[in-house]
């Protein structure tokens, strides 16, 4: 209690505490309602290939059309969902709400989800994302799995544990947001990924920054020589475009290609987009 100041003070002080603790509690129990009505709804971005940008798959993100706040992003409810525990419900829902969708795609089409470092405490993790599979009907060859170093910061065994038990069964494992927060070459060296996500804040200065760029490439090259494919984020411009193919990253993702869209978006994009692969189309007609 700051005596020395004014009551006065005081006491805004703790009513705007008071009036933020509120709404963080409301908005708590909101999400715990809308995580049990399934009312968090995937939205999905196209990753496509370079430099071609043929549509390859696509990338759950996360979205809640809220009653009166709108359509939020994952960063205005992802955090409070790890810190309450609710985070793998949420996970679950969402991917098994992916997995169905995707059915309706044509087969080449990859599904990519982001798991949660905190999910990787659960020991089952592989089990349960198996399980929606196999209950959804969505091949593990069609799945691939998003996570962060911060992941493997924690316990680097379990998450070895689980990775190694999806890999096993053909799905695929990515890292995410790869050059920022944890990076360190000894993760690559102790795991087996598939892919390699070259975060957003380095594909976004590529071509002004000649340093930038030499860091980017350095990553691709050695994402190569691992025997990791590439992809470049937030891609925004064609210039990137070019610059990335050259180099040869694999895939890229960004506004350019296509935002975060909802399933009715998808499926116009995939019937109107220049896909002329047309071995899809078996897929359409398959019920599992
Ligand atoms: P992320 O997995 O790295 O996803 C990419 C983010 O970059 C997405 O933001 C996407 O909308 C944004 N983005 C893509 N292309 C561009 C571009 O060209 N320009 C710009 N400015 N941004 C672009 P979003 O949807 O806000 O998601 C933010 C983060 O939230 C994701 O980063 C991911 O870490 C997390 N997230 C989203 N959905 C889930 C989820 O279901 N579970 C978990 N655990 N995390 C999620
Ligand atoms: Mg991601
Ligand atoms: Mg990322
Ligand atoms: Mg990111």
């Known amino acids: 209690q700051g005596k020395r100041e004014g009551r006065g003070t ?7 505490m008071d009036a933020e603790l509120r709404e963080r509690a409301a908005l708590e129990a909101e999400l715990r309602e809308a995580i049990e009505s399934g009312k968090i709804e995937p939205f999905y971005q196209p990753v ?26 994952p960063d205005q409810f992802i955090p409070i969902a790890e810190e309450t525990g609710m985070i793998a419900d949420l996970s679950y829902h969402l991917l098994r709400q992916a997995c169905l969708d995707a059915r309706s795609w044509p087969s080449h089409l990859l599904l990519a989800i982001n798991i949660a470092p905190q999910q990787f405490q659960d020991r089952d993790l592989a089990q ?8 959804t009907g969505l091949s593990p060859h069609r799945l691939e799995v998003e996570i962060t170093e911060s992941a493997l910061v924690r316990d680097l065994e379990a998450a070895r544990a689980t990775l190694t038990s999806l890999q ?44 930038r760029a030499k860091l980017v ?36 993702q960004g506004y350019l290609f296509g935002k975060p869209m909802p399933k009715e978006d998808v499926a116009q994009m995939l019937r109107a987009g220049p896909m002329p692969d047309l071995t899809g ?4 007609l398959e019920s599992r």
């Open 10 to 16: 005081c006491r805004v002080f703790e009513d705007s």
């Open 48 to 73: 496509v290939s370079l430099p071609q940008r043929d549509c390859v798959g696509l990338e759950v993100l996360a979205r809640w059309r809220h009653p009166t706040r709108g359509l939020l992003g």
């Open 128 to 135: 349960r994302i198996l399980a929606i599979l196999a209950e």
């Open 168 to 211: 096993n069964l053909g799905v695929r494992i990515a890292l995410d947001d790869f050059g920022t927060g944890y990076s360190s070459l000894y993760h690559l060296r102790e795991l087996k990924f598939d892919k390699l996500k070259i975060d957003r804040s380095y594909v976004d200065t590529i071509t002004m920054s000649a340093e």
């Open 217 to 252: 490439d350095a990553i691709i090259k050695l994402g190569s020589s691992l025997g990791l494919v590439t992809t470049a984020e937030g891609i925004e411009t064609d210039a990137s475009v070019d610059w990335l193919s050259d180099q040869g990253c694999d895939f890229g």
């Open 281 to 284: 189309i078996p897929s359409l």
